[in-house]
């Protein structure tokens, strides 16, 4: 058995724990953009696992609107996902059997 040496071993946990910290973060920021219209800013920041100050940087980074005097943070909507126009073999298939079920 090969032995990985204690430091770098050390260098891949933390190397994980900050992709997953991000990655964490990313959700949260996509989930509070769904779910609030706005949010204070102390609330948002325990939620990403910053401070205040940084929550800010990053919601305004974001394109989000932030206001400094009532403290609260104001989400960009996320664009919906585009609407498939063309229906797709199954769409098709089913809407088939409807339409001959109807016939008969």
């Not at 973060?25 to 800013?41: E, G």
């Not at 920041?45 to 989000?64: D, H």
């Not at 664009?79 to 063309?86: A, G, T």
Request: one cysteine or more; a negative charge.
């Amino acid at each position: 058995m090969c032995a990985v040496p204690l430091y770098l071993l050390d260098i891949n946990v933390f190397v994980v724990h900050g992709s997953f910290t991000e990655s964490t973060r990313q959700r949260a920021y996509s989930l509070v953009a769904q779910a609030y219209t706005s949010i204070t800013a102390e609330d948002f920041a325990a939620f990403v696992g910053y401070t205040v100050e940084e929550a800010v940087k990053g919601v305004v980074s974001q394109g989000w609107q932030a206001d400094p005097a009532t403290r609260m943070v104001m989400p960009k909507k996320p664009d919906p996902p585009p609407v498939s126009l063309v229906p797709n073999e199954q769409q098709l298939a089913r809407l088939t059997d409807y339409v001959a079920f109807l016939e008969n």
